[in-house]
Each structure stands twice: as structure tokens, then as C-alpha cells.
């Protein structure tokens, strides 16, 4: 029986449904301490003073930790940028000047999480309060600096051109010009915020329990800002509960954890964050605005090129950009077959919340940006938005993008087909027609979105030539056990997507077993030694790197059991064949009853080894393998090369109606289709169009972070922050083709990252229905008091111009 392609019951949710799983705060020791962050009200300010004589002389109180104590012991962390970035200064704690609203400026290690924030509020700062810029676009005047040793706010700028650009528009029937749009800031908020514990041990090395999500990245990051040699830290993780990138860079507060624990003679010290620290300070998406946007078009409406200028706005550090300068040009042409472009892009710091990878991390913006130029353009000329689509689409596959990068496979128009036929698109037009007569605001929207994943690391170089960085890879290590059960350990570090079902499912089916007797190791631990610098779950890479290196390990145990069990039985390898006996699985000679099960080789091999009379001294039943997918480094000058491996992707269509008294938005219908290639477990690839299409819409319809002009952050709360629940979640008519992966041992691709496609969706189908009022859609984010702002004051005429020739 093949297990692959079954929906199989997640083997996760045994121990998670029944309230056994174990996330970093649940851990619960004697003597443990617990750490509250004190964090900067202000935005912006100088640090000219901090009292923490009231807080130390509390009954209770381990440890005080402030700036001073940060210098001494702790160095700056590594910035992936080149010059100005590597000039910023960034730490656990503020030192002489905080940056954002929320920043850590002290940190108090105490018997009780209560009373270490007692304590943090004992704690006198003396401020000096500087003037804030949350505007992007005024944060690159540098009239107000964040950073006086880079000296300016502006921290990467590139321009990205492929193709004949001025030719296309020479050549242009059409040109539309649209002034200005923007993606909004929000976040994915997982269940579980961040935690951890840390232990500074008397030896001089650091254990970490945490649930960061790129942990073989933390570890990199961590050893030289603790000043420790990397085999110093052990990182480990058990169950997450989601992460969506936001996790990665909490190796921030993991240092700070570790420190206090240093400063408390070992003691160990747990960080827990509150839901409010979380929307403060842990991470936001990034933030982009797009400018003077021009679109060359054909006299069919076929999109023939774009030039635009993209500012990103990355928060006050950062950190893990500007990576996303240039992750968005996996996308470029995003589904559509567009070949010259010239995009001038800025990214600048500001006083707001550093941004982190977040759920289809800078993807996701430039993919809207191609829908609404698609989106708008149709509009424009009066082409209808199936048929726009149509025109443009990629048809062929593999398909290689004026960058380089190969889309691997896919049927775009067989995703709209399917996305029209579910939701009942003809019969929602004769509805539309007829609201339309009644003067109701129903709109029907498209989005088509790609889900790349497997990154090829070469691309930070493009980003900054002389990163070590390139390729990628993942680890796996298999077990035959002496029962004759499999036992894998993956470098993944999973956060909910399913991986110990996954791995079960190929192991099996590469093994000839069933999944019951596959145990897979939950969670991460850097001790096992079983995982490389690519480490983690990120990228939508699962499901090929993951899996590959599962894949690869199991090819590599078969091997040692065939050299075995042909010394065993006296047959020649090529005689041998896997299959189950009456002892269960087993190696047989063929033609026959000569055989001998799994367990019995693992006994001879770990515990009965003089049978093997000093042969197979390489046959160890114990496998590691590392896959590393077959990238080149991308040309950095020219900006050219593959830099990521698959391209899954989904296709939405939403129907919409706003209320034409209250301005709110209401989704009468909603499709969604999703391509991820060959699909290992439908229910588990289900889930994730399901997840992502709820983020996606809660980000739209629901979810945003606002600041006023001094930096503060008005929505800190779910109160005002507004997640999305399932009270919220429209009934989804799901499905899917499967167009495998020529670059994948299995044909699948990596599907985690849609949460883009209902913003794309919802975004058209608003556009749609208030078209005909004199409104452009060219914001990301559409809340009844948003849509009321442009109902009342409508811009077609000042944001789009077309040029017929």
C-alpha cells in the first residue's frame, strides 16, 4: 500500500488534542527564575538615566540587567546588510537611546513572573524625548537620523532592471500610470507567543528551551553575540504553537534570558511574552509603498512593462533585512508573463516595530502590487477581470523569468477554471448585474498568488556581496531500532504544518511499513546534531527539503540493510526484495522462503554483532544524510539566477458586498484552489489553504498596525489590533490541481506561504464593486472606516491616468 497521498490523521494531534503537548512556557522547574522586560513608552528618546535601586532591593529579586551590563557582556548582533547596516548598533537593551515604542531598555529576574514585574516597575528611566518619523517617506530626508553611526535612515538601495524597458513603452498602445499604492503593516499573530528558558551553566555553555522557528540560523546569530563558540549553545524546541516567521528573530530575548541567567549563577530564567509585548515589539510585516507606477500595454490589453519605485519601510533595526530587498524578485513577473521591468528600490528605518519574516515574507507585497496593476489596468481599458488574467498569464513550463528564476510547473488557467466553476462565477454575475440595477456595491474579485519555496541563500548576496550565504540544505537521521521500528530526527523544527505525519508517510512508503511504526522526533534539538545552518521551518521548504533529506537518508539506510541481509542470507543484493512476512517487514530472496525481518537485523547489528565475524564494519543502521538542493550562485551584478527551487501556487475569487450605510465589507462567497504539486497529505495541504486564507483575510479585512506621528501604537491589543477568529471566517469552497514539481525526488512543492492570495482577492473584488463610483483601490487594507474614508472621498482621477496611442 503506498501511504503518500492519504489523509492520513496527523500523528501530532494525539498528544496536542489532549492537552499533551510541551511548548517552551509550560516548562516548570524549582528554582526557576522568570524575567520581565522593561520597555520604552517613547519612540524615540535618549536614555539618560536609569534607577534601579528600588527594584534590586526588592525581597525576591535575582538580577537586574540594564544597558550597562549589556555592553560589557554582550556584542552587537550581526546586521545581513552591507554599509550603512553594518554600522547600526543593536543589542537585547537600549543603551543610550531607544528607537521604538516597546524597545527592552532593563530586564528584572525574579522568584515569580508577578514579581519581576513588580519589580520592572520600580524602575526609573530618565528620558529625554526626541522627535519621531513613522513616515517612510520622510525618514529618507534624514531630517530626523534613528541611527547616529550609519548616519542615515536610507539603509539599501538598488535599482532591478531586465529587458528592453523604454522600448516597451515606446511600443505601447496603453500606458497607465498609477501614482501611488500601499501594503499595510500587520502580523500574523500565532497562538503561542515567544518564549523561552535559559540556563547559563557553570561549565560556560548556554541550553536554551525555546520556540524559535529557524533555529540552526538563531544559533549563528547567538554564539557571537554571547562571545561563546557555537558548540557552546545547545537550542532546543519541542511543540510550537505557529510561528509564520515571526519566530525567527526571537533570538533577541532568548540572549537576554541567557544573560540574566549568567548574572544569577546558572540559575535558570524562563521569558514569557504577553500578547500586548507581542503586537509592540516582536515583529511586524514589512510595510511598502509604491510610487509612480507606469504600466506599457499592448492594444490587447497584454502587459508588455513596468517601471516603478518601491519604498520599504523595516521598522528600527534590521536585523533580518534587508533580505527582503530582494526576496520579493523570486516573484517578479509574479504569474503573469511580463519581461521588462525596471524597479527602483529603497529600504529606510523608521521609528516603528523592526519587521521579521512574516507569513509569505516580501512576496506577498510585490504579488499584490502585480494584482493591482493587473487589477486596475483591466479596469482601465474595460477588459473583464477573468479575461485580463487570461492574457497575460504564464502558460508554459518550465518557465525562466527576466531574472532567471525557473518556475517549475503549473496551470494557471486551470485554477481560474476550477476557481469559476466552485464559486459559481455565471451565476454571480447575472447577481451582480441585477444588484447593480439597484444601486448595491457587489464586487466579484480575482487573486492569483505564488508560494516560492526552497531559497537559494545566494540571493543575501545580491543583497550584500559578502555574505557567506548560499545554496541550501536540510538533515535527516534514520534509526532501525531493535524492535525493527524506524526512528527519524529532522533538522525542521516543525510549528504546527504536520511533519511528523509527513515523514511517517514516506518513510513507510520508502520502507515498505506502516506509518505506525515510524517514530518521528518532535521538535529540535541542536545536541543531535542533526541539522545544518539552513535549519528550520520557513520558505515553504518542507515539503522538498525536508522530505529530500528524508528521502535521501532512507535510500541510504536501504543500502546498508541490503549489504546486510545479503551477508545474512548468503544471496546476492540484486536477489533481494523488500516485503512483509509473517514477522512482519523483512528482506526476502526472491523465489524463496529465505528471509529476514527488521528487527532481527538491528539485533544482529547492535546487539549480535560477532555473527558478523568483523564484516560490515561501515553497516551501522544509524543514517544521516544531508540534501542540498542543486542551486548556482545568482550573478549579483546583473541581479540574475533561480533563487528559489518550487513554485507552488493558489488562486482565490471572492464575491463582496459593502453595505452602502455602514461601508462594511461583506464576503457573500469565497473560492480558493490551490497547486502544490503532488500532495503528500491532502487534509494537512487543506489545512494550510485554509490557515492562510483566514490570516489573508483577517489581514484584509480586519488586521492592522497603526501608529500616530509620534510613533505610538494604537492598535497594542486584540482589543483594537482585531484578529481574525472563526467567527469572522467565511465558508470556503476549496480545491486543487496537482501539477508536479520536475525539481522535487516526489513532485511536490513547499505551500505554506498563501496568506497572500485574499488580499489580491479582496482587494479586486472591493475595486470591482466601487469602480463605477470614481475609486482606485491602491491601499491593502479594508475596514469599514477604511472604505468610508474613500467612499467619501473618491480618487480615480488624482492616483490613475491612461494613455491610449
Known sequence: MSWVGKSLRRKEDDRLVRGNGLFADDEQIEGMLHLYILRSPYAHARIRGIDTAAAESLAGVACVLTGADIKEQCDPYMQLGPEPCDKIIDLPLATDKVVFQGEPVAAVAAETAALAMDAGQLIEVDYEMLDAVVDPEQALEDKIVLHEAAGTNRVWHSVFEYGD???AFEDAAHVVKIERMHFHRFASTPVENNACVAEWTRQGDVDFLCNNSFIGFAVQ??????????????????????????????????????LASRKCDGRKVKWSETRTEHLLASGHGNERTFLDTEVALDKDGVITGIRS??????????????????????????????????????QTVTNKCPVVPNRGYS???????????????????????DEMRLKNYVREFPYETPNGCVYDSGDYPMMLEKAKELIGWDEWKK???????????????????????????????????????????EVCVIRLDFDGSVIVTLGTG???????????????DELNIDPAMVTVRTGFDSAWNTFSGHSGTYASQFAVTGLSAVHGACQKLKVEMRQLASFMLEADEDDLEFGVGDEGPQLAVKGTDKAINYWFMSNVVNNNNALLGGNLADVTLNVRHVYRPPFEAPDTEKKFGNLTLTYAAQL????????????????????????????????IAAGQVHGATAHGIGAALLETFNYDETGNLLTATFSDYCPITSMNIPDIQYGHIESPSPFSYNGAKGMGEGGGAPLHTISAAIQDALHSEGIIVNESHHSAPKVFERVNAPNREKVVSVESR
Open 165 to 167: 524597458v523604454d522600448k
Open 221 to 258: 546569530l547567538l554564539a557571537p553575540g554571547l562571545r561563546l563558540p557555537m558548540e557552546k549553545i545547545r537550542a532546543r524546541t519541542y511543540d510550537i504553537g505557529g510561528s509564520f516567521g515571526v519566530k525567527i528573530w526571537n533570538y533577541v530575548y532568548m540572549a537576554l534570558a541567557a
Open 309 to 346: 519605485r518601491h519604498i520599504d519601510d523595516c521598522g528600527a533595526y534590521t536585523r533580518y533585512e534587508p533580505l527582503g530587498c530582494v526576496i520579493w524578485a523570486q516573484v517578479l513577473p509574479a504569474t503573469y508573463g511580463v519581461r521588462n521591468f525596471r524597479i527602483d528600490f529603497t
Open 363 to 385: 512576496r506577498m507585497q510585490h504579488l499584490w502590487f502585480m494584482e493591482r496593476v493587473v487589477d486596475i489596468c483591466a479596469h482601465e481599458l474595460g477588459i473583464p477581470a
Open 431 to 473: 447577481k451582480q448585474a441585477e444588484a447593480r440595477k439597484e444601486g448595491r456595491w457587489l464586487g466579484i474579485g480575482i487573486g492569483t498568488t505564488l508560494d516560492s519555496g526552497t531559497n537559494n541563500f545566494g540571493q543575501a548576496q545580491i543583497m550584500n556581496p559578502y555574505l557567506p550565504f548560499s545554496g541550501n540544505s
Open 494 to 508: 516543525p510549528s504546527g504544518q504536520g511533519h511528523e505525519t509527513a515523514t511517517s508517510q514516506v518513510v513507510a
Open 652 to 683: 482565490h475569487i471572492a464575491v463582496i458586498e459593502i453595505d452602502k450605510n455602514t461601508c462594511r465589507p461583506n464576503i457573500l462567497a469565497y473560492a480558493a484552489v490551490d497547486d502544490c504539486g503532488s500532495v503528500i497529505n491532502p487534509q
